[in-house]
């Protein structure tokens, strides 16, 4: 099935940027310039003078060429009319490529402006392959000479549009693996987009720093057995395939990415332009009967069967649903699996007709509360009375109590001076509502020996815990930004997050400094110190960063997606409890592993920086604009 010509215009573009292949040259790489060089092999357009220079309109590729690490630059003028010009790099052959392509008809600061997608047997995946990592926004100039510069190391790529100073996309997982190939630049050849001053050099040193952990969800469908493609005309999709006579299937096992996407492309050839099927299961082992939710994703349309029976019927291709439509592939489809005892088959039949051939899922336990909490966690108490926006908690093990940060925001005229800080037991009970009063907008505190800091808007209120009361303030210059979480260290030593300019700042002995700003740490909030690290969540690149105490130089990285990040603290073993704002707890370990503990998503409550006592196993979680405090005894860590 055909959809038009505009559908089938990204396909095409790269495709006919890849018609010939060129053969490897053992020498060393050099830099090159200019499209009239011998050099190139102009596989569509021409040579002509565009904005004051020689270009290339259309499409070429750079032969003789094994490109593995490095760096590649060219400009780029673009018309606005729809295309999708870009650069081809680390190319295998005609049908198995990276590319990285902007989209110049798309209106300002479009949420996918700019995009990273593998190339698999010739199918572009663009719909399997977003969001973090993978597309970002941006304005793309027209009429004019945009430079954009790519850097590759390992697994991981940098762009730089327009000549940013910060990468405008950052790709810590490259899916073609490690493996070198030819480069080149795709665009029509019609004049919409013109190249020039194309360069590239070998370079095995660049700097990337740590390589992300991939958090995994141990809930993901991994292990799949896909059949050969089908015809959609030979299957009826609504009823199971075991009814059916579609000839003898052939069944080949592949395993899920670390996201729990299946790429089809990757283990099967598509008929480009042809709308193909095929079928995928898998096995789900119960002991006993029980309800499991399945969320899944998929491109382009789906059949869901569990024991031959149809659960789900969906079409999510590229416009069908409106004009704006894109059809990217992600967990936002569910139904309930109603398991039998001991073994169960789940089985899709998956359509593919433009965009990327693929699906996901994952199964959780069906909630019977709108609070989900996980095994052998269970709620211990809430309070609400006289809290007014609380949003963060710390444990005091000296005094076996709990202190709670109240923003208590002044209205319209912003944060005054009504803020204050609660005491609560770990039984529940208010030892003090109105404790410490005076300060402005506090957010994160911290407990150490006799002291409790807090973040005030415009610096750190330093409060004797046994006079409750304000003895010192240390003022932190971050202007434009929003002072959020703390941690201390045992000499004293003072960290504190700016969510809003992504930077942590240092107060020693009485002094005050920028201590670190840098992209990884985007939109930074919680912090917490152990033994000579610190360790920040971030909003902005939903990671957990691990930072050298005193060098502040980025040890490792837990890369979260697709959660975010607010408080963190250790959980008595070498793992972490943390916060995402959206309403989540979770458990992560340092290989990356991850286990959802409390899930409060459904009844929109916030959970933010929180305070977990070891002593009582009880985590104390403030909500924010619930205006309130829960409690939950956790489980023993597995």
């Avoid at 996201?259 to 492309?265: N, R």
């Avoid at 995928?280 to 029980?290: D, G, K, N, S, Y």
């Avoid at 703390?486 to 000499?491: G, H, N, R, Y």
């Avoid at 009582?616 to 860590?637: C, D, E, W, Y």
Wanted: hydrophobic share 40%; proline share 4%.
């Amino acid at each position: 099935m055909r959809r038009g010509h505009d559908l089938m215009c990204l396909s095409v573009v790269f495709a006919v940027a890849v018609l010939a292949v060129p053969s490897f040259a053992a020498e060393e790489q050099t830099a090159t310039s200019g499209f009239e060089s011998e050099d190139w092999t102009i596989t569509s357009g021409a040579i002509v003078d565009h904005l004051g220079r020689k270009a290339l309109a259309g499409s070429a590729l750079l032969k003789d060429v094994d490109f593995t690490d490095g760096v590649i630059e060219v400009d780029i003028a673009m018309d606005g009319r729809r295309c999708f010009p870009g650069i081809i790099f680390r190319a295998e052959s005609e049908t198995d490529t990276e590319i990285f392509y902007v989209r110049p008809h798309r209106p300002k600061n479009y949420s996918h402006a700019l995009q990273y997608t593998p190339r698999f047997k010739g199918l572009t995946g663009w719909q399997l392959y977003s969001g973090p990592g993978f597309t970002a926004g941006g304005d793309i100039p027209l009429d004019r000479w945009v430079h954009v510069k790519l850097e590759v190391q390992g697994s991981r790529a940098r762009i730089y549009f327009d000549d940013m100073e910060e990468p405008a996309l950052v790709v810590d997982d490259l899916r073609r693996g490690t493996a070198g190939g030819f480069i080149g630049v795709s665009g029509p050849p019609d004049g919409r987009v013109h190249f020039s001053n194309f360069r590239y050099s070998s370079d095995e040193t660049l700097d990337f720093g740590p390589l992300p952990i991939r958090a995994v969800s141990r809930a993901g469908l991994t292990d799949w057995e896909l059949s050969q493609p089908i015809a959609p005309m030979k299957i009826n999709r609504d009823l199971s395939p075991h009814a059916q006579d579609i000839g003898e299937i052939e069944w080949q096992k592949v395993t899920a990415d670390r996201s729990s996407l299946v790429d089809v492309a990757r283990f099967l050839e598509h008929q480009p332009q042809l709308p193909q099927c095929v079928l995928a299961r898998t096995a789900i082992t119960v002991e006993q009967p029980e309800r499991r939710k399945l969320l899944f994703g998929y491109s382009d349309e789906i059949s869901v069967f569990l024991n031959d029976e149809l659960l789900f019927r969906g079409d999510s291709a590229f416009k069908v649903r409106d004009s704006e439509f894109m059809g990217v592939v992600g967990l936002n489809d569910a139904v309930v699996l109603d398991l039998n005892k001991g073994k169960n088959e789940l089985l899709f039949v998956v359509t593919e007709s433009f965009g990327g051939w693929g699906f996901m899922a994952r199964t959780e336990s069906l909630r019977t509360d709108p609070v989900l909490l996980a095994d052998g966690v269970t709620k211990s108490w809430e309070l609400a009375d006289g809290l007014m926006m609380p949003e963060s908690a710390a444990w005091d093990p000296k005094r076996d109590q709990f202190y709670v940060s109240n923003i208590n925001p002044a209205g319209a005229a912003g944060f005054g001076e009504q803020g204050f800080i609660s005491r609560i037991d770990a039984a529940g009970q208010v030892l003090d509502i109105g404790w410490v009063t005076g300060l402005r907008g506090p957010t994160g505190v911290a407990v150490l020996d006799d002291r409790l800091y807090v973040v005030e808007r415009t610096g750190v209120a330093v409060i004797d815990l046994d006079r409750a009361e304000i003895v010192q303030r240390h003022l932190i210059e971050s202007e434009g930004g929003f002072l959020n979480d703390i941690a201390v260290d045992s000499d004293g030593t003072l960290f504190v997050s700016d969510s809003r300019l992504g930077a942590i700042y240092r107060v020693r002995n009485g002094e005050t400094g920028l201590w670190l700003r840098n992209g990884a740490i985007a939109g930074a909030n919680g912090l917490v110190v152990q033994g000579d690290r610190l360790i920040a969540t971030t909003m902005g690149s939903e990671s957990l960063v691990f930072l050298d105490l005193e060098t502040a130089k980025i040890e490792s990285i837990i890369d979260l997606r697709p959660f975010g990040g607010d408080g963190i603290t250790a959980d008595g073993t070498d793992a972490f409890l943390v916060s995402d704002f959206n309403g989540l707890l979770l458990r992560v370990t340092p290989t990356g592993d991850r286990d959802v503990l409390i899930d409060t998503r459904d009844v929109g409550i916030s959970l933010t920086d929180f305070a977990f006592a070891p002593e009582h196993g009880l985590v104390v979680i403030p909500t924010l604009r619930g205006n309130s405090v829960m409690a939950f005894k956790l489980n023993q860590p597995r």
